[in-house]
């Protein structure tokens, strides 16, 4: 439970981002207001093609996205504390 009380849920995030690029973005946003980890980050909601409704991780991981479906997923950010969570999501 308190993992959960420090994750940050982020959606509709582009399919051709990863992790750097949500961690980027996220620092871009925030500044100097927040300058702790932003670790780990998860992605969830991936839309690949049918081949891979058995291996999901493996379409992921490939990059084999299903874009007629949806053309983002979501992403989840572990930070250092709550209060982190509540900074992040006011500025970002």
């Known amino acids: 439970k308190?993992?959960?009380a420090r994750?940050?849920?982020l959606g509709n995030v582009p399919?051709?981002?990863?992790?750097?690029?949500?961690?980027s973005a996220?620092?871009?946003?925030?500044g100097d207001k927040?300058?702790?980890k932003?670790?780990?980050i998860w992605f969830r909601s991936v839309?690949?093609?049918d081949k891979w409704m058995r291996q999901r991780k493996f379409g992921a991981i490939l990059r084999d996205f299903d874009e007629a479906t949806s053309d983002s997923k979501n992403a989840y950010v572990e930070l250092e504390s709550e209060e982190a969570v509540n900074i992040v999501r006011q500025l970002a």
């Open 47 to 49: 839309p690949v093609k």
């Open 2 to 4: 308190a993992r959960e």
């Open 7 to 9: 994750t940050l849920f």
């Open 38 to 40: 932003y670790k780990p």
């Open 26 to 30: 996220l620092r871009d946003a925030v």
């Open 34 to 36: 927040y300058t702790g």
């Open 15 to 23: 399919l051709d981002w990863d992790d750097a690029k949500v961690r």
